[in-house]
């Protein structure tokens, strides 16, 4: 244990790495880490509620994740979906460099650069179908979500984000909107005061609408499907829904599945995937 704390120090040295990214379950490792890097950023993925507990006491971050962590051989796979994670949870920033020290059945040095994940490049595929700030806060909404969920249950959630006037035409209220003759600062997405309101209207059946400038329109829509869009098995009804409105519109359509699975669709198509779990 003493020679891989070495060589983390020696990385983070090189790499000129600002945030620590532990995954673990083994509790001596992190005090260890903890004692012998003091000045750097830590965050831990652990699916040991003790462990969680403990170290939230001691002020150090923490993911917490369902499964034992990375069991399986596809570890960069699911070392860049738990970084993408933290990353929409705010955890981590676009100029972080990250150091995962991973100590599980493996051992493993990995450093990456926050700007190379996917999430980043998100800007060019949107263009200029949304903002990326807007729709960045949407999915840390979408985040809490999926992690919170309601009455000890997973929930799913679907937003609509963009061209208002058409998404409003292709859809029909489900319920009275709950937004109709509030100003726009107690329905901007932006505003994290606001954020409580809009995660428990966003868990209502149908879609949760927002317009490009942040602002809350209506939820509780009810989408059409279009039967020539093409999924994945497993996919569902709020799935082809967001297919469908953004394939029927220009806007932009963020699933949230109670299996803890945020999908970003596009004309029709799945652009981007992360697990929040």
Not at 45 to 57: F, G, M
Not at 151 to 164: H, I, K
Not at 219 to 234: A, E, F, M, P
């Amino acid at each position: 244990m003493k020679a891989f704390i070495n060589a983390c120090k020696l990385m983070i040295k090189e790499k000129k790495n600002t945030v620590l990214f532990i995954i673990t379950n083994d509790r001596e490792l992190i005090d260890a880490v903890k004692k012998g890097i003091p000045n750097i950023d830590i965050i831990v993925a652990t699916n040991k509620q003790p462990i969680q507990d403990d170290l939230l006491e001691m002020g150090i971050k923490v993911k917490n994740i369902k499964d034992t962590p990375l069991s399986s051989l596809n570890i960069l796979e699911q070392v860049q979906n738990l970084l993408l994670s933290i990353c929409i949870e705010g955890l981590i920033s676009i100029d972080d460099r990250v150091l995962c020290l991973i100590y599980t059945e493996l051992e493993a040095l990995i450093s990456f650069h926050v700007s190379d994940l996917a999430i980043m490049h998100l800007k060019d595929e949107i263009g200029n179908r949304g903002d990326i700030k807007i729709l960045e806060t949407i999915l840390n909404l979408a985040s809490e979500i999926s992690r919170e969920g309601r009455e000890g249950r997973s929930v799913g959630a679907l937003f609509v984000l963009g061209d208002s006037e058409n998404v409003l035409k292709y859809s029909r209220p489900l319920i009275l909107n709950p937004f109709k003759g509030h100003s726009e600062d107690t329905r901007n997405v932006l505003n994290k005061e606001n954020w409580e309101t809009i995660k428990e209207l966003a868990q209502l059946d149908g879609a949760f609408l927002i317009n490009n400038d942040g602002i809350a329109i209506a939820t509780g829509r009810y989408i059409g499907v279009s039967w020539d869009i093409y999924l994945q098995g497993g996919l569902g009804g709020r799935h082809l829904a967001a297919a469908s409105i953004s394939k029927t519109t220009k806007a932009i359509a963020i699933s949230v599945s109670t299996s803890g699975i945020i999908r970003i669709f596009k004309d029709g198509r799945e652009i981007f995937k992360v697990s929040t779990v």
